[in-house]
């Protein structure tokens, strides 16, 4: 089975760094040691080093745990980590990133919108399996979910669709299959794999008509 995967971007958008006025209740010297190693954090992303400088703004956080400017800092290097985690196709990683991310700062809308693109992804992986293992009530759960995370994601839908065709075919409904195999076409028109599935339906829909006709016509005699 192969599908054109239909993914949405995470970019990569820059920092918007801040650095936190020291609060009254700091000492110099913890001020100034949290400040110094925000600031080689922030030098580390610049030149690319993302999970350095994760692991600078972390201690950063430990040193001055009440600073709200550092754990945005953290708060946006975990979705720049994140990011790259879902580029690199590692879904899981990328949402546990985006998740603490939302935990420091929960507004932060990229982040938010994210975790429901690489939830997406990852929903959408497992229901393929299960799919391809014959699992359709299973896959029809899991494409439901990604398509709750991310509305916006086509495959998502089309997955769904073409899992529940699957189904409608084995409880004898090619009506609702061809239904649903119709859309997924129509989202996917280049998928040869879809259109032989909406073929095959179509095919016994007409059959079970012609019988169904058929039929009709002995009662009527």
């Known amino acids: ?92 990683g990328a949402v546990a990133d985006f998740q603490e991310a939302l935990t420091l700062v929960p507004n932060f809308q990229r982040a938010k919108t994210n975790l429901g693109i690489a939830q997406c992804e990852q929903l959408n992986t497992q229901g393929m399996v299960l799919y391809k293992n014959g699992d359709f009530a299973g896959a029809v759960n899991m494409f439901t979910q990604a398509h709750a995370a991310d509305p916006t994601n086509n495959s998502a839908t089309v997955n769904l669709d073409a899992a529940e065709a699957e189904i409608m075919m084995r409880n004898n409904d090619p009506a609702g299959a061809v239904a649903k195999l119709s859309e997924a076409v129509t989202l996917n028109p280049t998928s040869a794999y879809l259109k032989d599935k909406l073929a095959a339906a179509q095919t016994a829909l007409a059959a079970a008509e012609a019988k169904a006709k058929e039929e009709a016509a002995k009662q009527g005699h």
């Open 1 to 92: 089975m192969r599908y054109s995967w239909l993914r949405n971007s995470i970019p990569v958008l820059a920092a918007a760094f801040i650095l936190a006025a020291p609060a009254a209740h700091a000492g110099p010297a913890a001020y100034e040691q949290a400040t110094d190693i925000e600031l080689a954090a922030m030098d580390l992303q610049q030149k690319g080093d993302l999970e350095g400088a994760l692991a600078k703004y972390r201690q950063a956080v430990q040193v001055w745990p009440n600073s709200k400017a550092f754990k945005e800092n953290l708060a946006d290097c975990l979705n720049a980590v994140g990011a790259a985690k879902y580029q690199a196709k590692d879904y899981a």
